[in-house]
């Protein structure tokens, strides 16, 4: 009589585990039961497609040429606080665009660090911006920079067909960093890590040692995950309050198609990057 109980609950477990383990299939935009498209898109080698947003000049009259990539729960429509007499002046032409998986681009299941670069190098081959463009990543936007770093100005005209591209500059803006990367000193790193919120030290320690445990840590109601998300401003300094009031005061779309995008994004940043090796290409 316990045998077939123990089984039953062994099994029912399993069963929930494995739901809650398990990130939900994510909605397609455009497809029947997913949000519409709004955006213009690309459709890319392998048959997805990448929302995109164009600000400034007309590429054709730019001088300047600078992909932005966003950071987490964010998206194309992020707000970039600069002067429209500057845009004018510089001649400055940007492009956003939705990374896989957020706002009205499709997930892509099988992403790395390495596939992050060959999308902006695939986008900026098809809405033709020029064989030479800049990059500036925000925040969990900066390890699409690495990736870039190392693999654009190294890929020849043959891998698309067309032009061979050049990375003119890249800028990191608040970039979060891999606090196991062993090209740093272990004493900075950790000295750094200590001084995070114990909520956040939390969740990277899962995402670097348990990866698969992540979709759970960050959807269960007994932790707090991320202080950010949680409300905790203490982690910003005044100035940035003060940067953050501004920004809060435009518009900015963070619709994202793909829930296990949002969830698996701190392990492609704390694990997937040691694909690199090195933090400096």
């Known amino acids: 009589m316990i045998a077939p109980v123990v089984l039953a609950l062994t099994v029912g477990f399993l069963g929930w585990a494995y739901q809650a383990l398990k990130p939900p299939p994510p909605k397609i935009c455009g497809s029947p039961d997913g949000p519409p498209v709004t955006s213009p898109r690309v459709k890319l080698n ?16 730019a001088k300047h040429k600078i992909v932005i990539i966003h950071g987490f729960d964010s998206s194309k429509k992020l707000h970039l606080p600069i002067s429209r007499e500057l845009i004018d002046e510089l001649r400055i032409y940007f492009l956003f665009f939705d990374r896989a998986g957020y706002g009205e681009s499709d997930p892509y299941p099988s992403r790395s660090v390495k596939s992050e670069a060959y999308d902006i190098q695939e986008l900026a081959n098809l809405l033709q911006i020029g064989s030479k463009f800049y990059v500036i990543g925000i925040s969990m936007g900066a390890y699409p920079v690495w990736s870039c770093l190392k693999y654009i100005p190294h890929r ?72 950010m998300m949680a409300g905790n401003m203490e982690i910003f300094t005044p100035k940035d ?22 969830m698996n994004l701190f392990t492609e940043t704390y694990w997937l990057a040691m694909e690199n090796g090195n933090s400096t290409p």
């Open 156 to 227: 020849p005209a043959s891998y698309f067909k067309t032009m061979p591209l050049l990375l003119l500059g890249a800028s990191l803006v608040v970039p979060f960093v891999n606090y196991w990367w062993p090209c740093i000193a272990a004493n900075i790193l950790r000295e750094s890590f200590q001084k995070l919120q114990v909520s956040d030290q939390q969740t990277f320690r899962v995402a670097h040692y348990f990866p698969w445990l992540l979709h759970w840590w960050m959807t269960q109601k007994w932790f707090t995950a991320l202080s």
């Open 241 to 262: 309050l003060e940067i953050l009031k501004k920004i809060s005061e435009s518009p900015m779309v963070r619709k994202r198609c793909d829930s296990k995008e949002s």
């Open 46 to 61: 392998d048959g997805r497609y990448l929302a995109y947003r164009e600000f400034g000049v007309p590429k054709e009259e």
